[in-house]
């Protein structure tokens, strides 16, 4: 997913309805914490690691 | 955001029973670490002598349960993993399982339904008319006297043998909450660090075990679902993305949901820690008095497990999966 605003984890999740308990966000293949910025053209991935069987 | 250690830039905020912290890569592989130390420490769940055997399915859990315990502890250490034959999705996990087990230098064995019961999973979900329940149910109690027959025969070659399952403080939670709800008091007692009615807290040894029963342990019971799944992305370890292709729509997983959506919403991120305090301190009162009658307990005549009965559940159940299934693949 390409992101086109500058925004922090915190509020992407939020403007994305993710819950913090159920997913990671990792930005160009990295974890990073919630307050980190992501910028135009950032890579991110949500990593959703609660589905399994 | 910084480390609260180093201050290099935090990659993930561990709950704490007060307050979150900011964690750097490093940090956060070293809380993982302490996390199962202390649990190891705290339950008495590993002794000098004890070979661990991991359950390896290959997904992100025991993946990195391996690894913590290979790079932390001088235990000998062995992985299973089974094979149920489900395609395009066991093969897979266990390509992961196999190579990361060669890469922490952990011998591994696999074992299958097909050579030991005739049948795979496949096999089983393509007559699941035929059966009243959900595949998971079928697939559990077949993988777990699987696991057991061979940790058996680990036991006659190794020393002390106890198998380890990357069982998360999110699945000991969860356990806990649906042995509530059902009202299921001696299931709910069993969600103990060791499964089983042992004296708790004051280390187990395997003279107090009944005979013919390798106890299961829990290393991972302190950390969460989210620190493991950092834990596993920092280290850069891969597997198989997606569920298995059998996955109902089972009561944990609704559960499952629910919990973590309250979590979300009430920002009670140390709610799961205290459920699992709470419920530690009162099965500790609960078992510190229980002892077991070695009348009570029998040898299953076929898998030789502890049963109160002659025959196991577990064995009864497998024999009429296998009648069917059977008779199914005549046909065919």
Redesign the interface.
């Known amino acids: 997913m390409k992101i086109k605003k500058q925004m922090s984890v915190k509020e992407y999740m939020k403007i994305n309805k993710i819950?913090?308990?159920?997913a990671?966000i990792?930005i160009n293949g990295?974890?990073?914490?919630?307050?980190?910025l992501i910028k135009k053209g950032d890579k991110i991935e949500i990593?959703n690691?609660?589905?399994?069987? | 955001m910084k480390c609260v250690f180093c201050n290099k830039e935090a990659v993930f905020e561990a709950s704490t029973p007060t307050k979150k912290i900011s964690l750097c890569e490093k940090h956060l592989v070293e809380d993982v670490s302490k996390k199962v130390k202390l649990a190891v420490k705290k339950y008495g769940l590993i002794s000098k002598n004890t070979t661990i055997l991991i359950a390896l399915s290959g997904g992100k859990d025991s993946i990195s349960l391996m690894h913590v315990l290979s790079k932390n502890f001088e235990n000998k250490i062995i992985a299973v993993s089974v094979n149920e034959g489900i395609k395009g999705y066991r093969d897979e996990s266990i390509f992961f399982a196999k190579k990361y087990a060669k890469e922490f230098g952990v011998k591994h064995y696999v074992i299958e339904f097909k050579k030991e019961y005739g049948f795979s999973m496949d096999d089983v979900v393509r007559i699941m008319n035929k059966f009243p329940l959900k595949p998971c149910s079928y697939c559990g109690v077949l993988r777990r006297q699987l696991i057991n027959k061979f940790a058996k025969k680990m036991n006659k070659k190794y020393d002390d043998v106890r198998l380890a399952t990357a069982h998360t403080l999110d699945d000991e939670v969860q356990s806990i909450f649906m042995n509530i709800f059902q009202n299921d008091f001696e299931k709910l007692m069993r969600c103990s660090a060791i499964t089983g009615y042992y004296k708790f807290n004051n280390g187990i040894k395997p003279k107090d075990f009944p005979k013919g029963f390798i106890p299961r342990i829990k290393p991972y019971r302190l950390v969460s679902e989210k620190e493991s799944m950092a834990y596993f992305l920092v280290n850069n370890f891969k597997t198989i993305e997606g569920s298995c292709p059998n996955i109902s729509d089972a009561y944990r997983n609704r559960l499952r949901n629910a919990l973590n959506k309250y979590v979300w919403k009430s920002r009670r991120y140390d709610f799961k820690l205290n459920i699992l305090n709470w419920f530690d301190a009162i099965l500790s009162k609960k078992l510190r008095n229980h002892k077991i009658k070695s009348s009570e307990l029998k040898e299953c005549k076929i898998c030789g497990e502890p049963t109160s009965g002659e025959i196991c559940k577990t064995c009864i159940l497998i024999e009429k999966i296998k009648e069917v299934v059977k008779n199914e693949i005549k046909k065919e």
Do not use: C, M, Q, Y
Request: aromatic share 6%.
């Open positions: 819950n913090p308990e159920t990671l990792t990295k974890l990073v914490a919630s307050d980190k990593i690691f609660v589905s399994r069987g």
